[in-house]
């Protein structure tokens, strides 16, 4: 398994290296399939945010789904502990999730209100990549591109949880549809489809 550890505003100390790795090693007992992970330190010059001056964002890459999490504190070692917390129990409850659908048979046993146990905490995630700004538009900070399988609204929301993120774009199994199931106050979710 391959560790990438990039620093951003700011410059990564081989002995903070170090000490990722041998806090990452570990993960791989969660799933013997993932191949590589990114960490990504970012560093806050502004003093009035000196409480998350740190932010710790880890990206775990399998032949699965991508796992994320991210944390901030006043110092990198506070935020990596946190990073690291969380991203355990994504792979945890990723791994439980695993076992359990090979004993039911499938996504099509689990019912929607199961899934939102799985939601407990969300985080910010952060992306790579600027896109030039055209002359009246507005600026576009982050693009991204992805590779879309269909799937279920039931594996949307399992993605959704292990991403850490709030909404979910998939291209729904059923009807071929481009669609974003989203998370609304408490457990309760969304799902907008596109008619094209």
């Known amino acids: 398994m ?6 951003r505003k700011t410059e990564v100390p081989e002995r903070f290296r170090q000490h ?22 970012t560093r806050e010059a502004n003093p009035r945010q000196a409480s998350e001056a740190e932010r710790v964002e880890i990206t775990t890459r399998t032949k699965g789904p991508v796992i994320r999490a991210e944390a901030a504190a006043p110092d990198r070692y506070a935020a ?3 990073a690291v917390s969380r991203i355990e129990s994504r792979l945890r409850r990723a791994a ?3 076992r359990d659908r090979r004993k039911s048979g499938g996504l099509d046993d689990v ?23 055209f002359e009246d538009g507005p600026l576009i900070v982050r693009d991204k591109t ?13 993605e ?6 709030d909404f979910f774009l998939f291209v729904d ?14 457990y309760q979710y969304g799902v907008i489809r596109l008619d094209v």
Do not use: C, F
């Open 146 to 158: 992805h590779e879309a399988t269909p799937m279920t609204l039931d594996q949307a929301l399992y």
């Open 80 to 82: 990596l502990d946190a």
């Open 96 to 98: 439980d999730w695993r």
């Open 173 to 186: 199994a059923d009807s071929a549809k481009p669609s974003v199931v989203y998370r609304r106050r408490g």
């Open 160 to 165: 959704m949880q292990l991403v850490g993120h």
């Open 2 to 7: 391959e560790i990438v550890v990039r620093g």
């Open 111 to 133: 019912p929607i209100d199961a899934t939102a146990s799985l939601l407990a905490d969300a985080g910010a995630v952060g992306a790579n990549g600027v896109e030039p700004v």
């Open 20 to 41: 990722v790795e041998s806090k990452l090693a570990k993960l791989g007992k969660y799933d013997n399939r993932m191949t590589r992970i990114d960490v990504e330190i």
